[in-house]
């Protein structure tokens, strides 16, 4: 799906056409112009954030401490999966599978991170081979992209 187009003619602009169904993702007024992907980054933040506290709160009550860093990654079925190496891994992911808001709130920083990341990556094919993860570190939480 091409979420993000270029307008014609204007490739290092920070404005861009919007697909409907991810206008609406966004709260924008579908065909109604451009959006500035800054706008989207600014969105991504701050949903990025309010995840990261979400997941904090499951793991106060399941008395996870960090560090270590917890890398969180969507696995092929839908499901979270921790990438990383963690003594609680298996009680990490099955708390966070069991809450389908969090599950809802992951696909949704996950989709506006691709957005944004499909966008950087525009005039290249390296965008098939890049993988969302969430990274949870005593300073808070990072979104990034791996190779697959």
């Known amino acids: 799906m091409d979420a993000v187009k ?8 920070d404005q861009w056409e919007l697909d409907e169904g991810i206008a609406r993702f966004l709260g924008i007024v579908p065909n109604g112009g451009t959006f500035r992907l800054a706008d989207v980054r600014q969105k ?21 401490h960090i560090p270590p860093a917890v890398q969180l990654s969507g696995g092929e079925a839908g499901e979270i999966v921790v990438t990383s190496e963690h003594a609680a891994k298996e009680a990490i ?56």
């Open 93 to 148: 992911e099955a708390r966070l599978n069991a809450d389908t808001r969090v599950l809802k709130m992951f696909k949704e920083v996950e989709l506006l991170y691709e957005i944004l990341r499909k966008a950087e990556l525009r005039d290249t094919d390296r965008f098939k081979n890049q993988h969302f993860n969430l990274g949870l570190t005593s300073l808070g939480s990072i979104a990034f992209f791996t190779e697959r």
């Open 6 to 13: 270029t307008p014609s003619g204007q490739a290092d602009n």
């Open 44 to 64: 991504a933040a701050a949903e990025l954030k309010h995840l990261g506290d979400e997941i904090g709160g499951h793991f106060d009550a399941m008395d996870v």
